[in-house]
C-alpha cells in the first residue's frame, strides 16, 4: 500500500549515459513533483506537473526532461548525465495548494 | 519570494531534554508552514503543518511548532527527547499561488545522547 513509489532506488552509471527515474502515487493526487538532494542535504525544487501540465521548470538543465502520462505518473529522464548530477532524486505528491507533501522514498544516482 | 532559514546544522540534545530546533521563514503572502523529518536513507515524512487555523500546532511524534507572526518563526519543539528521534529536520514554506512547490530550510540535524 505504498503512497509513492520510485524505482529504482538506486542507480549507478557512468558519465554520459541517458536513464529514468519513475514515481507513482496511489493517492489521487492531482500535483507532482521532483526535488534533488544534494550530498549537504540541501532539498530543492526541479519540477511539478499538475493534472499531466508542467507547472513548475525551475533551472534545471535542459538534459532532464520530465514526463506525466497521466497525473498518477511523473518520470524523470536524464541525457548525458554528469558528475554534477550525483545526488538523491525525491518524488512527491499533493492535493493542491497548501496541502502537505507526501515524498518517496528516493533515488540515489551516482555517476561514475 | 519564499525562503527558510534553519539556525543550527546540529543540535545534541541529552535523552530527556527539551528538543528545540529554530526556522524562521521569509514571505511576502500569508505562509503555509511544514517540519518534515528525515531517518537515514528514506524519504521525507510529515511531522506537523500550519495552515493559518491555530498557531500552536500538534504533529506526530510528540512535537508540536508555534507560528509567531510578528518574529516570522516557526520553532519546533518537544519536551523530552529520545533516541529514536536522532534524524534530520527540515523546515518548509509554501506560498499561495498556483502552485505549491516547497522551499526547504538546509536542514537540522538533530543527535540525542545517553
Known amino acids: 500500500d505504498t503512497a509513492v513509489s520510485q524505482t529504482p532506488k538506486y542507480l549507478v552509471t557512468q558519465m554520459g549515459n541517458d536513464k529514468s527515474i519513475k514515481c507513482e502515487q496511489n493517492l489521487g493526487h492531482d500535483t507532482m513533483y521532483w526535488y534533488k538532494q544534494d550530498s549537504k542535504k540541501f532539498l530543492k525544487i526541479m519540477f511539478s506537473y499538475n493534472n499531466k501540465e508542467l507547472i513548475i521548470n525551475e533551472t534545471v538543465p535542459n538534459r532532464f526532461s520530465p514526463k506525466s502520462p497521466d497525473k498518477a505518473h511523473l518520470n524523470l529522464h536524464i541525457n548525458s548525465l554528469e558528475l554534477g548530477d550525483s545526488a538523491v532524486y525525491f518524488c512527491?505528491?499533493?492535493?493542491?495548494?497548501?496541502?502537505?507533501?507526501?515524498f518517496g522514498d528516493g533515488t540515489r544516482l551516482s555517476i561514475l | 519570494a519564499q525562503s527558510v532559514t534553519q539556525l543550527g546544522s546540529h543540535v545534541s540534545v541529552s535523552e530527556g531534554a527539551l528538543v528545540l530546533l529554530r526556522c524562521n521563514y521569509s514571505?511576502?503572502?500569508?505562509?503555509?508552514l511544514f517540519w518534515y523529518v528525515q531517518y537515514p536513507n528514506q524519504g521525507l515524512q510529515l511531522l506537523l503543518k500550519y495552515t493559518s487555523a491555530a498557531t500552536l500546532v500538534k504533529g506526530i511524534n510528540g512535537f508540536e511548532a508555534e507560528f509567531k507572526k510578528s518574529e516570522t518563526s516557526f520553532h519546533l519543539t518537544k519536551p523530552s527527547a529520545h533516541m529514536s528521534d536522532a534524524a534530520e529536520y527540515f523546515c518548509?514554506?509554501?506560498?499561495?499561488?498556483?502552485?505549491?512547490?516547497?522551499?526547504f530550510g538546509t536542514g537540522t540535524r538533530l543527535q540525542v545522547t545517553l
Open positions: 514571505s511576502s503572502v500569508p505562509p503555509y
Open positions: 512527491a505528491s499533493n492535493k493542491g495548494l497548501g496541502q502537505p507533501q507526501h
Open positions: 518548509a514554506v509554501s506560498e499561495s499561488g498556483t502552485a505549491s512547490k516547497l522551499t
